[in-house]
Nanobody, 124 residues
Framework: QVQLVESGGGSVQAGGSLRLSCAAS????????MGWFRQAPGGEREGVAI????????WYADSVKGRFTISRDNAKNTVYLQMNSLKPEDTAMYYC?????????????????WGQGTQVTVSS
């Protein structure tokens, strides 16, 4: 079973940067689509960024395009989310997720495994 552990969250002022990491414990990570989702209090879990197993494809929510970058190091079983020019509306719990199937990847229901989440707080 794939286990995902996020790290790198914290508090930052608007305009700042954070880099989230997600370490996977199972070799099947290398065959999975990996996604970052976020959920603000009272809100739904929304897809932020997705990357394909071979790193040939990556996709972003419109709200983060040009500011966030997803990447993965398959040798380390780790996926990253570089977040720049952070805004207060980026404040949320951020989750890493893995999916074997490449359909509906911005839908949280498409994912097979989830991490426990890491909090990101952006102050104005």
């Amino acid at each position: 079973q794939v286990q995902l552990v996020e790290s790198g969250g914290g508090s930052v002022q608007a305009g700042g940067s954070l880099r989230l990491s997600c370490a996977a414990s199972e070799y099947t990570y290398s065959h999975s689509f990996m996604g970052w989702f976020r959920q603000a209090p009272g809100g739904e879990r929304e897809g932020v960024a997705i990357i394909s197993p071979s790193r040939t494809g990556s996709w972003y929510a419109d709200s983060v395009k040009g500011r966030f970058t997803i990447s993965r190091d398959n040798a380390k079983n780790t996926v990253y989310l570089q977040m720049n020019s952070l805004k207060p509306e980026d404040t949320a719990m951020y989750y890493c997720a893995a999916a074997y199937n490449g359909l509906g990847l911005f839908n949280a229901r498409s994912y097979n495994y989830w991490g426990q989440g890491t909090q990101v707080t952006v102050s104005s």
